[in-house]
């Protein structure tokens, strides 16, 4: 039957005489076609050996303790920015808070590589303004292939992002609520203190128009009873690291290789057997103590009596470098706010993320704004509020750090990065990738092709008589 198929296709007819040579490779392409056939489906065990290879990889990874650890605001709560900061270390990517063009604005700081080892999420409030980058972000990292996400958060964080499945498909992909008390891995332990408001917040009334006719009946007769509102704060212990021992140093001090290896790698001092003692300090790297840092979010004065009540768990944290606000302006202007920021003494730098930020955190925007701006200044102007933006030889700490009434202060910056380990680096810098050369922006166009360059002396030509035209008929120019 599949030889009479193949000549029918081959030769419009089955009539047709064949030679001994072509039978042959009839059979041969016969025989090709049954090992297809009879070749047996995967039944995913392939798959699941390779995953695992992989997972197990990932895991022996995961199992170092991170040697590199910091922070990166990405959106530092200014107008038009969202309100979002990362933790990264080599092994994974933690993201507080997830506005608007989170993903878009992570992909351009911290670049889509380190994007691909976020695993978890962690949210302060749950409202639209700290979780409309979810769905975006979700996006991102299924693209990248990883399988879900977890959220932490107070209740509420995922109905808000369920409500966008209905435009948002993500197949092959899982978004979970983690109800834990705390994370911990081997790099970091992240402790959430709930917070309550101190009176019962009254839900948005349900309008007519957002609701279809046939259940709009039962929509509104409903009653609609005040919540208890909660947020949560988060206080984020990293992990003590012991150095790494130099092997080369111990062959400079005479250690012969062996047990002796192990006592240094041990943090114990050894005696050669020339009498000769070598320090375990001497030829081991530098080791990294435990540190804290908290995020906080106090949306508004109602949320202070249990800030107060909990101050003890904050105080307790070991060896506190960061307090990250992500409070309003207002509510960090008022004395009990500033008298509770104070009882964590002087060394503590508080880091503001709110709307009192300048800047815009687009430097890619910026460019292009630069370049239209080669056409005319007047139709292409400067950007509002890049004058704020970090330029060539921008210093970080003399821009963005201050003492006031004995408190360390830093004003947010997207692209603003806090190192924690290790203690060599700077510890706060601005992001490379953030800072905005002019120059280079412009002689990207003026040193390309003469095709390119030609074309923008064409465009300021026909510019300049449009406006001249417009200006002669008193006619204006409206961008819609």
């Known amino acids: 039957m599949i030889i009479n198929r193949l000549l029918i296709r081959k030769h419009k007819s089955p009539s047709l005489l064949l030679t001994q040579d072509y039978l042959y490779r009839v059979q041969k392409c016969i025989s090709s076609i049954e090992l297809l056939e009879n070749m047996p489906a995967d039944d995913g065990k392939r798959k699941a050996f390779f995953q695992s290879k992989k997972n197990k990889i990932k895991s022996d990874l995961v199992l170092q303790r991170p040697y590199r650890i910091y922070w990166q605001v990405i959106g530092a709560g200014n107008l038009g920015a969202p309100t979002s900061l990362s933790l990264i270390t080599e092994n994974q990517l933690y993201f507080f808070n997830c506005g608007g063009a989170t993903q878009r604005t992570a992909g351009y700081i911290i670049q889509n590589a380190s994007l691909s ?18 769905p975006g972000l979700c996006l991102g990292l299924r693209g990248f292939g990883v399988p879900e996400v977890n959220v932490h958060g107070p209740p509420g964080c ?56 046939d259940k709009q009946d039962d929509e509104m007769s409903e009653e609609i009873h005040p919540y208890e509102s909660s947020i949560q704060a988060y206080i984020c212990k990293f992990l003590p690291r012991v150095g790494k021992l130099n092997a080369e140093l111990c062959v400079d001090f005479g250690v012969p290789p062996g047990p002796l290896f192990g006592q240094l790698k041990a943090g114990k001092d050894i005696t050669l ?22 995020v906080l979010e106090i949306p508004e004065l109602k949320y202070m009596a249990s800030l107060l009540d909990n101050t003890s768990q904050f105080k307790d944290a070991e060896n506190l ?24 003494g002087t060394d503590v730098h508080h880091v503001f993320l709110n709307r009192d930020c300048k800047g815009l955190g687009l430097m890619g925007v910026r460019s292009f704004q630069a370049k239209l701006g080669l056409m005319n200044k007047d139709i292409f102007p400067v950007l509002g509020g890049t004058e704020h933006e970090p330029n060539v030889g921008y210093d970080a700490m003399q821009s963005l750090v201050s003492v006031k009434d004995g408190i360390k202060t830093v004003m947010g910056k997207s692209g603003l990065r806090l190192n924690i380990r290790p203690s060599t680096e700077l510890p ?15 002689n990207e166009v003026l040193c390309s092709s003469e095709d390119v360059v030609g074309d923008v002396e064409g465009y300021k030509i026909k510019i300049n008589k449009a406006l001249e035209l417009s200006n002669s008929q008193n006619t204006g120019m409206f961008f819609l």
């Open 117 to 134: 080892k976020t695993r978890d999420v962690f949210i302060t409030q749950s409202n639209w303004k700290n979780l409309g980058g979810l």
């Open 158 to 213: 995922l109905e808000i992002y369920n409500a966008t499945k209905d435009f948002i498909q993500l197949r092959l992909f899982k978004v979970n609520q983690n109800k834990d008390k705390n994370y911990v891995d081997n790099g970091v332990e992240i402790k959430k203190v709930t917070l309550t408001c101190e009176e019962k917040v009254m839900p948005t009334e349900i309008h007519s128009s957002w609701v279809t006719k």
């Open 273 to 294: 057997p020339d009498g000769r003692i070598v320090k375990s300090t001497d030829v081991i790297g530098e080791s990294s103590p435990v540190s804290s840092d908290i």
């Open 321 to 344: 470098r960061h307090i990250f606000h992500l409070s309003p302006p207002e509510v960090v202007a008022d004395s009990s706010y500033q008298n509770w920021m104070k009882e964590f």
């Open 428 to 442: 706060i810098e601005m992001d490379e990738d953030c800072i905005f050369d002019k120059e280079a922006a412009i």
